[in-house]
């Protein structure tokens, strides 16, 4: 999977900024409210159109909105904060739709993402964490190659993000998904990902594995987004107490 160029959706420019993900490689993106971010997973989702550059996946150029009659590229989800669901609905009713899976292996995926019991509720009646998990289930009905997660866990609660980081993490076992997360909290980002990009007004800054850039941030800016640190003879430093809690292994 590759990105390269210069990419531009409405205000946000998205400047020079090149990198690939490997298969199996779970990234995350982080960066400050407006650095481009979403839209960058939008552009990547083909659900975005750059004005210059190119998005491959697999060896294909993402089509953007303007270049196909259903925006979207196929092998490719995208999955946002915004429970994108219908209201009034049964859950039953919403997951039907696009389901061509045998009655058992319909209740296997209900139960892989915790919503089995969920299926004669209404929308109207889901928190937001129930929410996330059915908008999920939507995708796995057809598991894409790529997910990416725009703030998959913003305004749940404690037990909810945690159910959804447990189904995320078991179905990308289960069908082999690779896994783009954006997120704000580095207590999402830090343990889980295998690289680490930081975004700064639409270029990309840094990039590396979650302890080098935890560790050694390079600017303000970078420590500033990952947790708590003091600044010593121009050394960014972290308490030794929020380092060993980051990357320990928790939920």
């Known amino acids: 999977m590759f990105i390269f160029g210069a990419m531009e959706f409405l205000q946000v420019a998205l400047d020079n900024l ?42 294909t150029r993402v089509l953007g909105p303007l270049e196909r009659l259903i925006p979207g590229q196929p092998g490719i989800a995208y999955l946002s904060q915004h429970f994108e669901l219908w209201n009034n609905y049964h859950v039953q009713e ?78 990308a076992s289960r069908f082999d998904i690779t896994c783009t997360l954006v997120s704000h909290d580095p ?21 590396g594995a979650p302890l080098d850039v935890y560790s050694r941030p390079e600017n303000e800016y970078t420590a500033a987004l990952l947790g708590d640190y003091i600044v010593d003879k121009g050394e960014f430093l972290r308490p030794e107490a929020q380092t060993a809690f980051f990357f320990s292994a928790h939920p």
């Not at 995350?28 to 996946?57: D, R």
């Not at 964490?129 to 009905?141: D, K, N, T």
């Not at 894409?144 to 179905?171: Q, T």
Request: glycine share 8%.
């Open 94 to 171: 919403i997951l039907s739709y696009t389901n061509d899976l045998s009655p058992r292996e319909a209740l296997e995926l209900y139960q892989l993402c915790h919503i089995d019991h969920l299926l004669e509720r209404r929308t109207d009646q889901l928190s937001g964490g129930e929410r996330q998990r059915i908008a999920l289930a939507r995708i796995l009905v057809h598991p894409p190659r790529l997910l990416l997660l725009d703030e998959p866990f913003s305004n749940l609660d404690m037990i909810h993000k945690r159910i959804l980081k447990k189904v995320i993490a078991d179905s």
């Open 187 to 207: 207590r999402d980002i830090l343990p889980w990902a295998d690289e680490i990009l930081v975004l700064h007004d639409g270029r990309l800054i840094r990039r």
């Open 18 to 59: 090149g990198f690939s993900q490997r298969k199996g490689q779970r990234l995350a993106i982080v960066g400050e409210t407006g650095s481009g971010k979403s839209n960058l997973l939008k552009t990547i989702a083909g659900l975005a159109t750059p004005s210059a550059g190119a998005v491959y996946f697999e060896g």
